[in-house]
């Protein structure tokens, strides 16, 4: 094996088809998948060795593997983290992230706006192991100031917000974390690292479902903490190598190849949301549209100031509540109904009897998400081709 190799110096496309390349002795150009469970050791003395960590090598595919390690170092200069861990999907890295650091005592505060794992695992999850949670209004600053405790030791966000994408102020809320004395954990699936670095905007830990954009092409599942040495170190290793969430070996092989045309992708996918907006937002059967890449959106200043460019996501209201949603849905032929998002096809959702289904009315109407609310998740079809399946499906409304 030769040196794990650094590209952290170039600019990140050059960081997502080169960091952490890790060749071994036959010199292949695509990354090698390590589909192996364990290693064997040269002496009985290597291996004590290499379990007082005085040996630095592998010791068992829970704790690192070679392939993996890839990952997380490609992810690990994309990001300008210090240490990384992958895990074997987006909700073991959201749970390892909030919970490993956590004790009965603890308090967390969160933006109600969260994908609905993640809210369960806040509500419902860390109450049962006596950790409270506040949830609060994402864009209201004096709601997270007035959520924060003595014993609040984490807050937690996603921005852009599923469904109904609101952007919060990532350094504002970082500010207000830190003087509270807790760290701040950003979900970052929506913005991708393409467009937004929340580390680089205060943020102490980022999370991603690599399910999405980083995978991009329908795959396989996976996710990724990022954060400081110390953090990893004091609150995630020994959590993961004793619980086990860790990513496959395949999957990181998989992601590995995704990472080095998500630059790519990301920024077509952009561009066809940005287009496709403009077109829908002046369409008669939309009451409402919401993409951060628009003038329009209501924190347009907050977007400019955190992030590279709007979404590959757009949300928008269709009218005649959940019917007219459903004959939207039914109507297309390119994008298709599912539930997921960061595609290369592009995909369409009804959070309100979906991804949202579990909350009660009041707390979905408290999001914004109305019964003709729809999630768009740009693919990489042409533009014109989205455009005129749009048309003929709303048509149809
Ligand atoms: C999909 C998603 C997750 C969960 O990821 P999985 O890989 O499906 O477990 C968490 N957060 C956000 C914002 C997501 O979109």
């Not at 794992?117 to 949830?135: A, F, H, N, W």
Request: neutral net charge; proline residues 4%.
């Amino acid at each position: 094996m030769s040196e794990v190799k650094s590209a952290a110096r170039y600019r990140p496309e050059t960081r997502l088809v080169h960091s952490g390349t890790l060749r071994s002795q036959f010199g292949e150009t695509s990354e090698a998948l390590f589909l192996t469970q364990g290693f064997v050791y040269d002496s009985a003395e290597q291996c004590e060795a290499r379990f007082k960590g005085e040996d630095p090598g592998y010791l068992y595919s829970r704790f690192s593997n070679p392939t993996v390690g890839m990952f997380e170092r490609r992810m690990i200069e994309l990001e300008g983290a210090e240490a990384a861990r992958a895990t074997a999907t987006g909700m073991a890295a959201v749970t390892t992230a909030v919970l490993a650091p956590l004790k009965a005592g603890d308090h967390v505060v969160a933006a109600k706006a969260l994908f609905g794992s993640c809210r369960y695992v806040v509500e419902d999850l860390l109450p049962r192991y006596g950790i409270s949670s506040t949830l609060v209004d994402g864009l209201d600053l004096d709601q997270w100031k007035k959520a924060m405790r003595p014993n609040t030791k984490s807050c937690f966000l996603e921005s852009p917000t599923n469904p109904t994408l609101d952007v919060l102020d990532i350094s504002a809320i970082a500010e207000i974390t830190h003087k509270g004395g807790a760290r701040l954990i950003v979900d970052n699936v929506f913005a991708t690292p393409i467009w937004q670095s929340p580390l680089s905007l205060g943020a102490d830990v980022v999370v991603y479902s690599a399910t999405k954009h980083i995978d991009g092409q329908g795959r396989c599942l996976g996710g990724v903490i990022l954060s400081s040495e110390a953090f990893i170190a004091e609150h995630i290793h020994n959590f993961m190598r004793q619980t086990g969430p860790s990513m496959s070996p395949f999957n990181a092989w998989v992601l590995l190849k995704g990472l080095e045309t998500l630059g790519v992708r990301v920024r077509a996918q952009t561009e066809t949301a940005g287009k496709l907006a403009d077109v829908l937002a002046k369409h008669p059967k939309i009451s409402r549209l919401i993409y951060p890449g628009r003038a329009d959106h209501p924190q347009a200043a907050v977007v400019k100031k955190q992030m590279g460019a709007g979404s590959t996501l757009i949300g928008f209201e269709v009218k005649g509540g959940k019917a007219g949603a459903f004959r939207c849905l039914n109507a297309l032929k390119l994008s298709r109904i599912s539930n997921n998002l960061g595609d290369a096809k592009s995909l369409v959702t009804h959070p309100a009897t979906t991804t949202h289904q579990r909350l009660t009315p009041e707390a979905r109407a408290e999001l914004g998400i109305s019964e003709g609310f729809i999630r768009y998740s740009a693919g990489l079809e042409h533009v014109d081709d989205l455009i005129d399946d749009f048309a003929q499906a709303l048509d149809k409304v």
